[in-house]
């Protein structure tokens, strides 16, 4: 099943979607990163010719739930434009790969959000949907704001009845929000323009990833 999900990725960046055919009957809570062989190799960055870049990343590595898998190869590109305009980074999952077009200043938070992007992708339908129920449940408490600007221009798009409906928009939301929150709890970084959304409601998310993520050994 992840192999096929996997291979249906495309390799455009920021991409969110998963197969509809996969949409979960609801099971018993799937932790995210289960690992078949728990003797699966620790998933590693490659940067090739940049060690400032290989340094770095190793060392938010550390600071990361462990996930095993394939390496990933990164690299620093002068810019980079998705569907949306100008962006920070890419991630193209199937080529296993992302592209950085952030200032050194950023790169903790932007290498976090996109090495989840990997995570999200593995993560299993039913872990999805319970991230989708706690963002669902934060607006029907009328929580604005987000913990970071690509789940925020999203957010603020949504129509009331896109997020009821699921639609793909609201699942992308979804995708980033998840993302951006890794990069808040993990990248080290205390405080930032972009950590919008109201303690109240962070504190809900920083228990999940408690409980789903953290000390889980992942699966990339
Ligand atoms: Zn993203």
Redesign the pocket.
């Known amino acids: 099943m992840r192999r096929t999900e996997a291979a249906r990725f495309g390799s455009s960046p ?1 991409l ?1 979607k998963w197969p509809s055919g996969l949409r979960a009957t609801r099971v018993k809570r799937n932790r995210v990163g289960r690992v078949d062989h728990p003797s699966a190799p620790a998933a590693r960055v490659v940067a090739l010719g940049d060690g400032w870049l290989a340094r770095r990343a190793m060392a938010l590595l550390r600071r990361l739930p462990p996930a095993a898998g394939a390496p990933v190869l990164i690299e620093r590109v002068a810019e980079l434009r998705d569907r949306h305009g100008a962006a920070h ?1 890419g ?1 193209f999952l199937r080529e296993r790969r992302i592209a950085l077009a952030c200032t050194r200043a950023e790169f903790p938070r932007v290498f976090v ?2 090495w989840f ?1 990997f995570v999200w992708a593995r993560a299993g339908n039913s872990l999805r949907r319970d991230f989708e129920s706690l963002l669902a449940a934060e607006r029907a408490a009328g929580a604005r704001g987000e913990l970071g600007w ?1 789940a925020e221009w999203r957010k603020r798009a949504l129509t009331a009845q896109q997020a009821v409906d699921r639609s793909r928009l609201w699942r992308e939301y979804c ?2 929000s998840f ?2 929150t890794a990069a808040w709890l993990y990248a080290g970084v205390a405080d930032h323009a972009e950590f919008t959304l109201a303690l109240r409601f962070r504190r809900p998310r920083q228990a999940w990833f408690a409980q789903n993520i953290s000390g889980q050994r992942l699966s990339i």
Do not use: K, R
């Open positions: 920021l969110t980074a991630s959000h996109e992007h690509s995708c980033e993302c951006d």
